[in-house]
């Protein structure tokens, strides 16, 4: 069982940025594509942004472009989220996740593709 914990969520003013850290076991993500998703209060999960084991290649959905950037460093077994220029309507809970492949397939933005889960992390932004 793969167990992913993610850190670095908070407060902050519209405008601002975070950056959330996933860690997974070690090696994990040597072999494993691996994604952020966020979930508002009463709405579904969406994906944010993968990141492929074997290319590196990074994939984002259009909401967070040119904001979000998904990286990852195998060695440490820890996978990151910089957001800048964060915004009120920036879903609260956002998740790391991986999968059971080794790269971001076109159909990644789907949460069920997915199968490793972390427990979440609260983003708030608000002035």
């Known amino acids: 069982q793969v167990q992913l914990v993610e850190f670095g969520g908070g407060l902050v003013q519209p405008g601002g940025s975070l950056r959330l850290s996933c860690t997974a076991s070690e090696g994990h993500l040597d072999y494993h594509a691996a994604g952020w998703f966020r979930q508002a209060p009463g709405k579904g999960r969406e994906a944010v942004a993968c990141?492929?084991?074997?290319?590196?290649?990074?994939y984002y959905v259009d909401s967070v472009k040119g904001r979000f950037t998904i990286s990852r460093e195998n060695g440490k077994a820890t996978m990151y989220l910089q957001m800048n220029n964060l915004k009120p309507e920036d879903p609260t809970v956002y998740y790391c996740?991986?999968?059971?492949?080794?790269?971001?397939?076109?159909?990644?933005?789907?949460?069920?593709?997915?199968?490793?889960w972390g427990q979440g992390t609260q983003v708030a932004v608000s002035s």
């Open positions: 996740t991986t999968g059971p492949f080794g790269r971001c397939h076109s159909d990644w933005s789907d949460y069920r593709r997915f199968r490793s």
């Open positions: 990141i492929g084991s074997f290319d590196g290649n990074t």
